[in-house]
């Protein structure tokens, strides 16, 4: 009969160090797709936002269609509107956005509306203002700022916006 001398032994522990590290690993690459993919969804999720909030705010600009109610809300400090030199918060703080814009409630239930501020960036008048239905055209940019329902994830969307409003 033939002693082993102990390396049947060695060998397989040395084999279950090997697989235990394996499957160590295996595990830490899970949980890192799985941190990725919540992020992803939450970014996501905040982009889906901000979109729902630009089209709101572009809806209510659209639906006023005479000079003065728009002005109205740009001079009166309304809001979430800014007048032409008008200082506005810095929109890259997400602290200053409360209480400085318009929350759009597009969707019902939701932890954390959309938000947004209108800036009035040019008024060219028009040609003749006594031409009966002249147009005034109203430059404005819209900046959005949509989270998603945790708010760990924030996106900031802006566009510039032409409206031709009757001036008279």
């Not at 993919?37 to 999720?45: E, I, S, V």
């Not at 506005?88 to 938000?115: K, L, R």
Request: with cysteine; proline share 5%.
């Amino acid at each position: 009969m033939k002693h082993q001398q102990g390396s049947a032994l060695i060998f397989s522990l040395v084999i279950l160090l090997v697989m235990t590290l394996i499957g160590i690993t295996s595990m830490s690459t899970s949980t890192l797709e799985e941190k990725m993919a919540a992020n992803d969804r939450a970014q996501k999720t905040a982009f889906q936002n901000a979109e729902t909030g630009m089209l709101g705010a572009e809806t209510t600009l659209n639906a006023q269609t005479y000079y003065g109610e728009l002005y109205e809300d740009f001079t009166a400090g309304n809001l979430g509107y800014y007048d032409m030199g008008a200082p506005v918060f810095d929109i890259y703080d997400p602290e200053q956005w409360a209480g400085n814009c318009i929350q759009d409630n597009v969707i019902a239930d939701q932890d954390n509306p959309p938000c947004y501020i209108v800036e009035n960036l040019a008024l060219i008048p028009p040609e003749n203002p006594f031409e009966p239905g002249a147009v005034t055209r109203l430059i404005t940019r819209v900046t959005v700022r949509g989270t998603d329902d945790s708010n760990t994830a924030s996106v900031l969307l802006q566009t510039y916006n032409e409206k031709q409003i009757v001036s008279n």
